[in-house]
Every structure is written in structure tokens, then in C-alpha cells.
């Protein structure tokens, strides 16, 4: 799969697609996929219609993608691996341009090294730049060496000539797993590096491909990326906390929480949040967005509280079973005040009470009036 | 009793309109009572947790047993100051007390939301709080309700002819309970308040409310027997006790004058004078209830001439004055919080109406046909 | 005679002045938490605002739901401590700041309700628990007019009535287990536990935190001390405690009511000045018709 074999680029999507026999059938299937994904944020799902998605994507050019490991797992990779729908073979190296990924590229030493010095110089400054894992700083970046070259040194280059660089991954995102304390190797995230053009981060542990693909795709057809929130997420996949759909909030709301592995709650399907769930507090589209088409396999679904990995300051840094702190800038308004309302006063009854009050008045007066007509000659001098 | 002669049934026929606008307001409280028993408090009352005591208390039972105080006021005068010659207003002003009192129990029968425990209030001396000072009342006005009415059961067994001979020699030490009673259940009712603490306007909560309330229900005691007396002897043609009548007036504007004399010289010691100057609700109530109650003086002070007339209006000021005080001490100082508001329901309000004209219907029948009312016929 | 009834005067005088002027008030004790008090601890800032309280106490009390509050009728969902509901959550919110706060019956160490109850319905158990036992109960809801909480509430809907307040689940406490709202709470927002410690756990939170807190604990001295505590970074009248003096409701009442009636002897000496004084006139008086007479 090296560079050589790769139709030059500069063809369209749609070109490729009928080139490969991928049939229309299961690209549209794919853009569908994609509008669910991306429901609202990105320009290229903002159609009524699959069909519609796919006319603007069959017009966009493949994106030149570039795909560097740093310190990983390669999970990430895996999980583009096994999206369902669709799978690489069919799908995705025909959509995108993947140029350069060590996992998946059969080409090896000096083959490799070839391909990739080729991709970056046919596509200079065109390339997107995809890094998985976090990059180790520490021993002068010693940590990790491909080719001679420490991963500062290479991710540094390759950036230099992308058109944008995506941190796929918590690792490349802010170090994920292998910074987390104490952190031997001094591992970062991509922008802590890369300081000379925005790096889009889609985190996760690991993260939805459909986002990647979402975000590429995006790039591929409008030449913009989509908007971020502050840490550089892509807000059409990272807006809103997973309790926000969580299946099990309605449990949440009812108090009724699962408060050991195994026990009658968790059996039940209660919250999780008593066992150190971080949805409450976690960006991530996983509530809304099953993970490559399997319905509930993700933490939640499969009764393991969510660890919040796709937050900075939480997954491997704050302990799994410990509770999380729910922060929301404005509290929802389904509360009561603090003081209660007590009942309405009736106008008829205050009426009534002015009619009768009144009625009193009228008759003192009236009887004194009597009293004075009836007794004037009756008084008495004053003792 | 020596003075038996005095009193007389006033006679005459009952069946009269006034009387019977009287039982048809009286049938009316009555039937909307069985419809509050039957759907319950909430249905009937404009009540609520902020508001629980309403209309029944603070004006059947606070103000209605202050004005059913003439008996206690005048026994005050005849038996304790021994002025003999007050004796024939004793037993219309005891009658009123018993009615007023009977009243006042029934109110609060109809307001207890567990009215069938009653009973135990007097029955479970072992369970007995004595600090509550609800208590107390609750005790003093059972017991007062029947030494009222064995004070005045001469006056119905007169009229069948009847001597109990045991009663009349325990009949003494009955009227120096009735005496006692009321001066410790009338000052209990100001205690009962200051439970309320901090929920009461500073205007109203002081340690002397108890004297306040004891001051308030002497002065309109001796109001309402001057009142009731002119009233009397206006409707049923009776020569008017003028004379006696002004003493016992200048005795409630005395009484009125020390009240206000005690509650402004409390408020300045303690420091909360400064609230009456805020021109809010309880500023504008507080200062109505002074001018009311200074009213009385300035009209008995600065008329050359006591008559009947002034008597009578001077006697309602009073009435009115301590009827408001007791009812803004229970209802409009009283604050439970922000959100909460009470004003009565109109079943309330009929079902007080319907009791004060039952008590007036019984107060009629009973002087017409019982020797009550003292005096002679006017010519 | 007549200096003779000055004197009587003066002593009547005497005796009424003892039964109704506070003048000899005695200065009542001051009443301290018991060696074996419990109590709740609630934290604001640790509170998430989940109703799992709420719901827990509805259950353990069996108390039915209130549709009529601001649940558009679909939730149980109580405005406040009402006739259905023992416990509640309400949020305080203006432009700067918001907080949770935790309302519940505060089982205060010189509760205004149990000095008020004529029968002691309302009592402190052993452990300082105010609790309620409605057979004594006649319905007057005096305990209502002077809770300073506004914490007993009275089943207005129903025909025979009862008082309804957070007894803190005594029923739960003699089976060994611990209070609903607490046991349930994710956070340990509120806490069961012995007065003495929940008052040296929230010292100790004030301490370890300045400046998160208002630096007050509510409860250790408030209306003489409540046996319910709360920390709170919002103050405390915002949240709907609108009382902060330290001296108990009762306290006045009861230092007067206790001068009046000590040992009864106020009442009784009166008793004895009023019959004395009539026996007296009525002797006089039949002197003087003997006299006459003969």
C-alpha cells in the first residue's frame, strides 16, 4: 500500500468509488451513517438527505491523509479498523487517500520511509496529518526513534508540511495513558509541540472513527475545519456531556444508583454514578453515537461506569471509582424556589369581608345615632 | 343571692325579623360546618402551613373570649372591690361570657384537625406539657366554660324554681375561680404568641404580652358591659345604668391608657421603637391600634357631659381597639416567610358569622325568658 | 375598713402582678445537645442537586407523591416540605451564585414545637429526635405557627389529619440501619451521624478550606442549636434560613411562663387573696345587715 500504488491524487471521491466498484448502495449507507454521526455542526452532513451527502462528497477531492504513531496502542487504529460500516477495504481507502500508516502500509524500512517522504512531497501542504499517541519529551525525546529520527524530530517535520494535523486519540490529544503520573517518559500531546498551526483534537480511549472521518471528510469538501470548543475539539461530536442522553439518567434522576459490581441495581441497569461514572461531566458523543454500530457496546451500555476519557483533566488522572464532581455553569431549572407559594387569597371572600366589616361601621354608627336620640336628657355629669 | 329581685326576663315575643336573620345566618354557619367536616380543613379553609391558625382563632377565640370578659371584668368590680351596687350588670355580663366562651370552644372544635382527641386534653394529666402555654388555655377555658355556666345556673334554675342549696354555698368559691381562670388563661393567650418568637413583627413580640393581653381583655371586659348594656337597654326598653356605666368606661380607658403607657415604653427599652417609624403595614397598623386606643380617652376627656351616646362609642372604640390588637398579635403580625398569604375563605367567614348569631339568637332567648337583665322598665 | 381593703388591694395587686409580669423571670438553662444526639450534616457545595433524597424519603416514610408542584403535574415533584413530602431539594439562584439546599425538619436541641404541644405529641426521644405521635395529636397545629423552620405540616386534604415531618427515620434507625436521605446520598452531601462528630467534621471542612465556605457552621449555635447542620458557600438567608440569633424560640416564653407559674404558687396565691377577699365583704356585708337589722 505504498504511495506508488495509490491512484495520483486530485481525483474526486466519486471517481474513485466507481473506479474501485464500490457500489452506490454502500456509499450512500456510509453517508448516512455519517449524517448520524454529525447530526448538526459540519457542512457536508447539513443536507435532508443521504443522497444529497453523497453528491457533495462524490465531488470532493480524496484528502492526502498522513498517519503517524507515536507512543501508542495503536487502538486507535483498530478501532478505524473495525468500523462495520464502512470497513477499510471497502470503504475508507477509497474515500480518503491513507498514504502513510505504519500499521497498515505492507511496505517496511526503507519502503516505508520512502512512501512517506513521497506523500509529503506530492501533496506538500496539502496533506492532512493524523498523529496517534503521545510524543515523549523526556531523555532529550529518546523514548521513541523511528528511523533514526526521535518522534519530536519527525512529527515536527511532517507538520511543517501539512495543510492540518488531528490528534486522534487521548494520547496524542494530551498524553492520555503514558502521562499519567509519574510520567517516565515526559509524554505530551500534539499541541504542545506543534505550536505553528491549530491541532484538532478528537480524544477518546479510544475515540469514534466517525468523528475522524467526520472532521477529514469536512476538511476534504469545504477546505475548512469544523468549529472547536476550548481544547480543541470539534464541537459537532464534543457539545454536550454524555448524561445529557445517557440511557440510564432516568435512573439518575430517580435515585436509584447501582453501588457494587454485581449488586440488584446493577443488574437492574441503574446509574452507574455511585461507582465513579464520569458521564456527568465528560464531552463525548458516545451516549448518542454507538461505537462502530454495535448497539450499547460502550462503557455505559455494558454496565462499566464511564471513566471520562475524552476530558483533559479526568480519564488517568482522576481515580476510576471516584465520583464525579457535577459542575454545570447554570443549574437546569427543574427545582423548586426556596420559599414555598402559599394559597391565593379569594377577591369574593374579601368582598364579603369588606361587606361585612362595612355593615358593622354602618350599624355602630347608626345605633349610636339611636342611643343619642333616644337618651339626651339621660346624662350625667362628670364625676 | 341578695339581689335576686333585680333581674327579670325582659318578656316579649321571640319570633322577630332580627331574629330570624339571626337563625337563618346561624343555620347557614352551621350547614357549611358539617361541609367542613366533611371534606376536611384544606377544602373548606383558605388555611395553609404558613397560615395554620386563622379566622377561628384569632377572632372567635383571641377576640371573642376579650369581649366575652365583661363577666370577669364586673365580678372583678362587685366581688373583689366589693361595690355591691354593680350587681345588676353582673348577670347579663356573665351571661355574655358564658355565650362568648361556649363560642369560642365550639370555634375551636370545628378548627382542630383531630377533634376526637379532644377529650384527652383534660383526661391525660400524665401526658401534660406545661410549658405550652396552649395548654393552659386549652384547660382554663374548659374549666371556665362550666364555672361560667354554674355562675349563671342560678339565674336558669330561678325560673324553674329550682334551689341547690350546695351550689349556692360553693357558688363563692366558683366566682373566685372564674375569677382566677380568666387571668390566667387571657395573659396565656399573649404567652402563646411569644412561642411564635422570631415569626412575630418586633412591634408585637415582647416578654410583656402576656400583661398586654391581660390589660387588653379588662379594657374590653368593661367596653363591652357598658356596650351591651346600653345596647339592652335600648332594644328592650330598660332604664340605662348611666352612672354606673361611666365608671366602668373610665376603669377600660384607664386600662387602655396603660396599655399603651407599657407597650411604648417596652418598645423603647428594648430598642425597637425605630420599627414604628417605618411606614409599612405593621407601622400603619401599629399606630392605628394607638390611636384607637387613645381615642377613648380624649372623648371621655374632652366631653363636658357624659351621655349615654358617648358611653356607647366610646365603649366600641375600646372594643375595636383590643380586638385589633389580639387579631394583628395572631394574624397580621405573624410572618411566616416570603409566599405565604391567608385570607379567610368565605365558609370561614360564614362560619363565624353563623356562631356570633347563634350566640346573639341564645343571647336574646335567654334574656327574654330568664331573669338576667337587671334595672326597670323604662316609662 | 377602708384601710382594711387597701391592704387587700394591695395584696390582690400583688398576686396579679406575680401571675402575669416577667418580673422574676427566671433565667432558664440553657439546653445542650444530648450525650447521645444525632443528627444530619449537610454540605452545599458538595450537593448535585439529584433528588435521590427526595425519593429515598418518600419511600422509607411510604409517602405518596405531589403532582401539584412544579412537575407540570407529570412528576412527583414538591415545591417545598408539604403535607406528601418529609424532605426536599430546592435550588437558591440569582446573577452571581446558585446552591442547593437540603430542607428537612432540623430536630433543633429546644424545639419551639415540643414546647408548644399540649399532649407532647411532638417530643425529643433520647437521641433528640423530634418525633411525632399522633395519638396524642389533637390537630391544633400550634406546633406549625411557631416552628421557626416552618419545618411540621398538617395533611390539610385529609379527614383525619395528621402532623407531617421528618422524624429522621427512626423506624430505620432501631432496625440498625441509618436515615433514607443520607444512606442514598452519591455524594455525601448529608451525613448521618453523632452530633458531636458531625460538628467536628464540619469544623474541620471550614479549616481545611477557607474561604470555600461561608465561615459559619448552621446549627451549632443558631435558635439555640440545631441538631441538623449545614455548611453553605451562599449565605445562609438566601438559602432560606431567615433566622440567625442564637437564643431558642422557646427560651423567652418558657423563662416567663416558668417565672409565672413556679411551682404553681402564683395561681394558687391568687386563688387563695380572691376567695379570701370575698369571704371577707360578704361578711362585712352581712354585718352590716345585722346591724341594720337590729
Known amino acids: 500500500m505504498s504511495a506508488s500504488r495509490i491512484p495520483a491524487n486530485g481525483t474526486t471521491i466519486a471517481e474513485q468509488l466507481k473506479r474501485a466498484g464500490v457500489s452506490r448502495r454502500h456509499f450512500m449507507t456510509f453517508c448516512g451513517k455519517l449524517m448520524v454521526a454529525a447530526p448538526a455542526g459540519l457542512a457536508i452532513t447539513n443536507y435532508l438527505s443521504p443522497a444529497a451527502v ?39 481507502l477509497n474515500i480518503i487517500s491513507l498514504d502513510y500508516h505504519e500499521t497498515v502500509m505492507a511496505a517496511s524500512g526503507h519502503d516505508a520511509e520512502l512512501a512517506l517522504a513521497d506523500a509529503m512531497q506530492q501533496n506538500d501542504g496539502k496533506y492532512v496529518l493524523v498523529v496517534e499517541g503521545s510524543i515523549p519529551q523526556g531523555n532529550g525525546g529518546n523514548y521513541l526513534k523511528i528511523a533514526g529520527r526521535t518522534g519530536i524530530d519527525m512529527l515536527n517535520d511532517v507538520a511543517s508540511h501539512a495543510a492540518a494535523v488531528i490528534a486522534i486519540g487521548s494520547c496524542a490529544s494530551w498524553g492520555g495513558v503514558p502521562s499519567s503520573d509519574p510520567n517516565p517518559t515526559g509524554a505530551v500531546g500534539v499541541d504542545s509541540i506543534i505550536k505553528s498551526k491549530p491541532v484538532i483534537n478528537i480524544p477518546g480511549c479510544p475515540p469514534n472513527p466517525y468523528v475522524l472521518l467526520g472532521t477529514v471528510l469536512e476538511y476534504a469538501a469545504t477546505g475548512t475545519v469544523p468549529k472547536l470548543d476550548s481544547i480543541g475539539r470539534p464541537l459537532f461530536a464534543f457539545d454536550r456531556v454524555i448524561h445529557d442522553q445517557c440511557p440510564r439518567r432516568a435512573h439518575f434522576d430517580a435515585g436509584r444508583f447501582a453501588v457494587k459490581f454485581g449488586d440488584e441495581g446493577h443488574r437492574s441497569g441503574w446509574c452507574l454514578y455511585k461507582l465513579g461514572c464520569k458521564g456527568p461531566v465528560t464531552h463525548a458523543p458516545c451516549s448518542t453515537r454507538q461505537f462502530n454500530e454495535v448497539v450499547d457496546c460502550w462503557p455505559i451500555g455494558i454496565g462499566s461506569p464511564c471513566i471520562g476519557c475524552t476530558e483533559k483533566d479526568i480519564a488517568f488522572r482522576v481515580p476510576l471509582f471516584t465520583t464525579a464532581d457535577i459542575k454545570h455553569p447554570v443549574p437546569p431549572d427543574t427545582y423548586p424556589g426556596i420559599h414555598a407559594e402559599g394559597r391565593q387569597v379569594s377577591p369574593v371572600a374579601t368582598g364579603i369581608a369588606g361587606i361585612v366589616g362595612g355593615a358593622l361601621v354602618g350599624a355602630g354608627i347608626v345605633a349610636s345615632r339611636k342611643v343619642d336620640a333616644g337618651n339626651d336628657n339621660d346624662s350625667q355629669p362628670k364625676e | 343571692m341578695e339581689a335576686h329581685a333585680q333581674h327579670q326576663p325582659v318578656g316579649g315575643k321571640l319570633d322577630t325579623w332580627p331574629f330570624r336573620i339571626l337563625l337563618l345566618l346561624g343555620a347557614i354557619g352551621l350547614m357549611l360546618t358539617a361541609w367542613r367536616f366533611a371534606v376536611g380543613l384544606g377544602a373548606s379553609t383558605a388555611l395553609s402551613d404558613g397560615y395554620p391558625l386563622g379566622l377561628w382563632i384569632a377572632l372567635d377565640v383571641v377576640t371573642g373570649t376579650a369581649l366575652a370578659c365583661g363577666g370577669y371584668a364586673v365580678a372583678l368590680v362587685v366581688y373583689i372591690f366589693n361595690k355591691g351596687k354593680y350587681h345588676p350588670l353582673i348577670r347579663p355580663a356573665i351571661l355574655t361570657s358564658a355565650l362568648g366562651y361556649t363560642l369560642a370552644g365550639l370555634a375551636v372544635a370545628i378548627d382542630l384537625g383531630r377533634p376526637w382527641n379532644m377529650w384527652k386534653i383534660p383526661i391525660y394529666f400524665w ?65 402563646l404568641m411569644m412561642l411564635a418568637g422570631p415569626k412575630l413583627h418586633p412591634l408585637w413580640f415582647t416578654p410583656l404580652l402576656p400583661l398586654l393581653f391581660l390589660v387588653t381583655c379588662l379594657a374590653m371586659g368593661y367596653a363591652i358591659v357598658v356596650f351591651e348594656s346600653v345596647f339592652s337597654s335600648m332594644a328592650f326598653h330598660r332604664k340605662p345604668e348611666t352612672a354606673m356605666l361611666a ?25 425597637k421603637l425605630g420599627y414604628a417609624a417605618h411606614f409599612d403595614l405593621y407601622g400603619i397598623v401599629f399606630w392605628i391600634e394607638m390611636v384607637l386606643w387613645v381615642l377613648p380617652a380624649v372623648m371621655l376627656f374632652a366631653s363636658p357631659r357624659v351621655t349615654l351616646g358617648s358611653l356607647f362609642r366610646g365603649a366600641m372604640v375600646i372594643a375595636v381597639a383590643g380586638g385589633l390588637y389580639r387579631f394583628d398579635t395572631y394574624l397580621v403580625a405573624f410572618q411566616p416567610g416570603p409566599g405565604w398569604h391567608y385570607f379567610p375563605s368565605i365558609s370561614e367567614m360564614f362560619i363565624s358569622i353563623g356562631l356570633i348569631s347563634l350566640e346573639l339568637a341564645a343571647y336574646v332567648v335567654l334574656v327574654k325568658r330568664f331573669p338576667i337583665l337587671g334595672g326597670r322598665r323604662a316609662s | 375598713m377602708a384601710t382594711d381593703r387597701r391592704a387587700f388591694f394591695k395584696g390582690i395587686a400583688a398576686a396579679a402582678t406575680l401571675t402575669v409580669i416577667p418580673t422574676a423571670a427566671i433565667a432558664r438553662e440553657k439546653r445542650t445537645a444530648s450525650k447521645d444526639a444525632v443528627g444530619l450534616f449537610y454540605d452545599s457545595t458538595l450537593c448535585i442537586g439529584c433528588k435521590a433524597c427526595v425519593v429515598s424519603c418518600k419511600e422509607a416514610n411510604d409517602m405518596p407523591a405531589d403532582v401539584d408542584g412544579y412537575g407540570g403535574g407529570l412528576y412527583d415533584a414538591p415545591e417545598g416540605l408539604n ?13 452571581a451564585e446558585w446552591s442547593y439546599v437540603k430542607k428537612q425538619c432540623m430536630h433543633c436541641i429546644d424545639p419551639a414545637c415540643v414546647g408548644a404541644c399540649m399532649l407532647g405529641a411532638l417530643h425529643k426521644d433520647e437521641r433528640g429526635i423530634v418525633s411525632y405521635d399522633p395519638d396524642k395529636c389533637v390537630g391544633c397545629r400550634y406546633c406549625e405557627t411557631v416552628c421557626p423552620f416552618n419545618v411540621p405540616k398538617f395533611e390539610w386534604a385529609k379527614a383525619a389529619p395528621k402532623i407531617v415531618k421528618c422524624e429522621l427515620c427512626r423506624h430505620r434507625l432501631a432496625v440498625g440501619k441509618e436515615p433514607a436521605c443520607s444512606a442514598v446520598c452519591p455524594r455525601k452531601a448529608v451525613i448521618y451521624g453523632k452530633y458531636a462528630d458531625l460538628l467536628d467534621e464540619a469544623h474541620r471542612r471550614l479549616e481545611a478550606s477557607p474561604g470555600k465556605y461561608v465561615p459559619k457552621v448552621y446549627g451549632e449555635k443558631d435558635l439555640g442549636g440545631t441538631q441538623v447542620i449545614y455548611l453553605s458557600h451562599v449565605d445562609f438567608e438566601k438559602v432560606g434560613f431567615r433566622f440567625d440569633h442564637q437564643e431558642s424560640v422557646p427560651n423567652t416564653q418558657q423563662s416567663v411562663q416558668h417565672g409565672l407559674y413556679k411551682g404553681f404558687a402564683g395561681p394558687i396565691a391568687l386563688y387563695a387573696i380572691l376567695g379570701a377577699v370575698m369571704f371577707r365583704n360578704r361578711r362585712s356585708e352581712d354585718n352590716d345587715k345585722h346591724e341594720s337589722g337590729s
Request: charged share 15%; with cysteine; hydrophobic share 50%.
Open chain 1, 54 to 92: 453523497a453528491a457533495t462528497l462524490g465531488k470532493a477531492r480524496r484528502p492526502s491523509v498522513i498517519w503517524l504513531h507515536m507512543q501508542d496502542c495503536t487502538g486507535c487504529t483498530e478501532t478505524l479498523l473495525r468500523t462495520s460500516q464502512p470497513d477499510l477495504a471497502d470503504l475508507i
Open chain 2, 127 to 191: 401526658n401534660w406539657n406545661l410549658n405550652s402555654p396552649l395548654l393552659e388555655v386549652a384547660l382554663c377555658i374548659m374549666a371556665y366554660v362550666g364555672v361560667l355556666w354554674m355562675e349563671l345556673s342560678p339565674a336558669i334554675l330561678e325560673k324553674f324554681g329550682i334551689r341547690v342549696p350546695l351550689l349556692e354555698k360553693a357558688l363563692m368559691w366558683i366566682i373566685a375561680l372564674g375569677l382566677l381562670l380568666p387571668t390566667m388563661h387571657q395573659s396565656s393567650l399573649g404567652t
Open chain 2, 247 to 271: 365608671v366602668l368606661q373610665k376603669i377600660a380607658v384607664y386600662c387602655g391608657l396603660g396599655f399603651v403607657a407599657a407597650r411604648l415604653i417596652d418598645l423603647a427599652v428594648r430598642g
Open chain 3, 83 to 95: 403535607e406528601y413530602t418529609k424532605n426536599v431539594i430546592q435550588l437558591y439562584r440569582d446573577d
